[in-house]
């Protein structure tokens, strides 16, 4: 076999036969390029769901945020302290201070019914009752439109996913509050985390709305730096005023929406994992006819002298060309089909509804499209080796 | 669907025949005012030059085609005047087929391709197997029943194809160019055969060729040239 | 069907290109058959919902607890049989990854409300008998490997006893089985007069009430006049129909079947494509032999139908296999995914679906085909031979 050099022009050649033959073929060249972008598309548009889910979950905790719940609680809902305890609490080492004083902030946490704007059926929305420091005690929550409610009165906020999904929540609206109704004045940002699914209040005002005397289910704590939370966790659990877990705010929201990622992700990709086997069988069958049609072409080319590596790799080549073109139109439609597209479903472990976007990210396209060339090449190897170790004088005389 | 010889003894007539092809915006002339008679019993040889028409005309008396103008008459059946269905009928029962490249399935054993045309016909498992039996009998191929095509030689396809064609006893056989594709002692084998079936079952066979050492065998020869019919060869 | 084996043997003639359509098709049906166990996981309890059972909870949030004397106040509602209650306990049995449902209820009550729930006679004596009896499904049961006369201790993560325990002991007296497949039989349930003796606070309050209704056609009037009943009391009820209220819980969950739907076309649409273009090659390279049917006496239609029955032998073979195949394998994923969906299993009903999704398949992707061959003039094939 010649040089280097000449083996690569002898892959353009072929290539390029290949490629100008493709008018010829076009109806199969389109099912395949379809059949791996609608592959891509579910592919990533269901992955999209669980990595919109873990953005939401990611954005919620920062890293020198702390919660603490009532030992053997697996959740807000089910803990419960009284107020000397949350003061107890507040009062630990390794939480930040400003002026007004510790970075903690104790919380009561609810549901209350609210129809979803899509089915007009019922959902569980969180109703979180706050003291000042919860907007320091957290990252990125601003207020986007209307205003802050205001400390003592009957007033709420509430987060853009909430406001987006649930209906009855614009700045304005009143929401029932068993036999109270509260004015919503202003809907508030949290860098895409959970809280953006929750309505706030005071907490003060939230107790007797619920009959909760005056008590709180958590406290939520700014320490001064991530290093200090040993220290902070230490000094609680072994204090006998309080039986306390004390959990990284990072923890905690991964913690709380594990069975969902768990039940997304694996339902996500096994249902990839069946459609990219499908879809290689389907590209195998197309490789296969493109090659079985240009038997005779191909075994022309070998009996004047290309070589067989030659022709593997051109054939190759263009099954990955196709491929590549399929990956990144399925990937395109994943985007404009799911980016963004907001949703909510329902945390199991904390019966409460969750907003989150679907995102389609940097790291899905280029897995659709890795997954669209694996595809390619699978569906282009065994039809190209068949072609090219096929005896030539046999196949000169196919029709 | 009479299968009696019309009362005047020719089989087959084609009186006033023109076929007119459409390519684009040209029409061509294969056929111009053709008459012919064929009477039962008669092995024809029909000559000409490729392009001819001969084909064509095989085509129109199988009832593969509709003559342009003019009538094709079989067995007393005005074959151009039936409909789709009704003609895929008369040929099931009526007319068998051989053709130069044998056209056998080669998905099916010889003995399931001479099956073929029972399918058709409302006979019984046992009853068919009894008819592909006999037909692979006549042309000296029983023991080749359960081979595929592409394990049989050129010669041996081509009885396979002719046994197809007489295992529903047809009224007529239509050859187009069967030894065209087989070396000499081949096809001597194949003419032989088919002066058989002719000389003593009677069946009626017109058959295309271009080849003169098949014609002799043929009972008659006509010619066609420029889409007319004569009894002699042109010049 | 003397023409069965024609249309096999065609089949049968590239080897290669078969198996591999044959194969896209199988995975596609082994898709189908396991989004319809998920489907049937998420949304599937609304069918078997009781017509004649009412749903009470407190109106402003699900996890606000309600009066037990409601009982008695609702029992006295016009179209009311009976009532009972529920609470949620919300229990950890050694890992909180072992979820399942227990709930404290009036045991006769709750038979009777629930004669989905089989338990045998003298297993529902012991349970009378018991003060800290507890009856539990037979698939908690075989999951967890307990017998009858077990004693199996369960941490409450809401509930405490007078010593600050949160650890509650039962006793099993009785393992009970679903009437219908999809009846969930992973829920414990336990005496709710142990319960509300031994819990240290919110005695006397309950999760939520079922009622039995006398005529499943009145199910709207109840539930008003039970929200009137109620209507400016400290705890104001909403009631719904057993059905509307699963419904609504599973709509939480997300628009499952939507997104399934979406998938299962996508898949099938691109199924759609593999087969037409092979059903369209295949018969584009028999072009001579149709031809030679068609001079031998075949009709028309005869060669319509031959191309049409191949392509859906091939997809129904496809459809069949595959189904099996997901028959075979939700059964196995069951015990994994028990955490998350107790209820996993393919109903009946999808696999009649799907049969019927395996001829629209073979029709669909035969019918260009076959018009091409019918529509094929036999002189022009014979000569391209």
Known sequence: MAGPVNWISQITSITKFGLLSLPQRRGAVAATIIGIAGVVAVLVGVLSISAGFRQAMSASGAPDGAIVLRSGADSEMVSGFGRDETRVIADAPGIARTTNGPLASAELYVIINLPKRTTGTDANVPLRGVEPAAFQVRDNLNIIRGRMFEWGKDEVIVGQGAVQEFAGLDVGSTIKVGRYQWPVVGVFTANGGIAESEIWTDAKVLQPAFNRGDSFQSVSVRLTSPSTFQQFKDSLTSNPQVSVQVIRQTDYYAQQSSRLTLLITVLGYTIAVLMAIGAIFGALNTMYSAVASRTREIATLRALGFGRSAVIVSLMLESLMIALVGGLIGGALAYLAFNNFHTSTMNFQSFSAVTFAFKVTAELLINGIIWALVIGLVGGIFPAWRAAHLPIAAALREL | MSEKPSTNGALVKVEGVDKIFHRGSEDIHVLTGLNLQVPSGEFLALMGPSGSGKSTLLNLIGGLDHPTNGTVTVGGEQVNQLSDNAMAAWRARHIGFVFQLYNLMPVLTAERNVELPLLLTHLSHADRKKHVEAALAAVGLSHRLKHYPRTLSGGEQQRVGIARAIVTDPTLLLCDEPTGDLDRKAGDEILDLLQTLNRDHGKTIIMVTHDPHASARASRTVYLNKGQLSNEPMK | ?385
């Open chain 3, 1 to 385: 069907m003397k023409f069965l084996h024609l249309i096999w043997c065609n089949l049968k003639r590239k080897k290669t290109r078969t198996s591999l359509t044959l194969l896209s098709i199988v995975i596609a049906f082994m898709l189908f058959g396991l989004l319809a166990a998920i489907q049937q996981a998420l949304v599937g309890g609304v069918a078997l919902a009781g017509a004649d059972r009412l749903i009470v909870r407190d109106k402003v949030s699900i996890i606000n607890l309600l009066p037990q004397s409601y009982e008695a106040r609702m029992d006295r509602i016009p179209g009311v049989d009976f009532s009972t209650h529920q609470t949620w306990f919300g229990g950890i049995y050694q890992d909180p990854k072992n979820f399942f449902m227990q709930n404290p209820v009036e045991p006769e009550k709750f038979l009777k409300i629930h004669p989905e729930i089989l338990l045998p006679p003298d297993q529902e004596k012991a349970w009378l008998e018991t003060r800290t009896g507890a009856i539990v499904g037979r698939r908690s049961a075989e999951r967890f490997g307990w017998k009858i006369g077990d004693k199996v201790p369960i941490r409450s993560t809401i509930w405490r006893q007078p010593d600050d325990n949160a650890t509650w002991t039962f006793d099993i007296v009785g393992i009970y089985d679903g009437k219908d497949k999809g009846t969930d039989t992973t829920p414990l349930f336990f005496r709710y007069d142990y319960f509300d003796e031994a819990r240290q606070y919110g005695k006397g309050q309950v999760g939520w009430y079922t009622i039995r209704i006398k005529d499943p056609s009145q199910a709207a009037e109840v539930a008003k006049a039970v929200d009137a009943e109620f209507e400016n009391s400290p705890n104001e009820t909403k009631t719904e129909p057993e059905g509307a209220f699963i419904q609504g819980w599973a709509r939480q969950i997300g628009n499952i079947v939507l997104i399934v739907s979406g998938i299962l076309g996508t898949v099938f649409f691109t199924i759609l494509l593999v087969t037409g273009n092979t059903m369209a090659q295949a018969v584009r390279e028999r072009t001579g032999e149709l031809g030679v049917l068609k001079a031998i006496g075949f009709t028309n239609m005869q060669v319509v139908v031959l191309v049409l029955a191949e392509s859906c032998l091939l997809a129904t073979l496809g459809g069949v296999i595959g189904l099996g195949l997901a028959c075979v394998i939700v059964p196995l994923l069951a015990q994994p995914l028990s955490g998350l969906l107790p209820l996993f299993f393919l109903p009946v009903r999808a696999l009649f679906i799907g049969l019927g999704f395996c001829i629209a398949l073979g029709l669909v992707t035969g019918i260009f085909p076959a018009i091409q061959a019918m529509r094929l003039r036999v002189a022009d094939a014979l000569r391209r031979m």
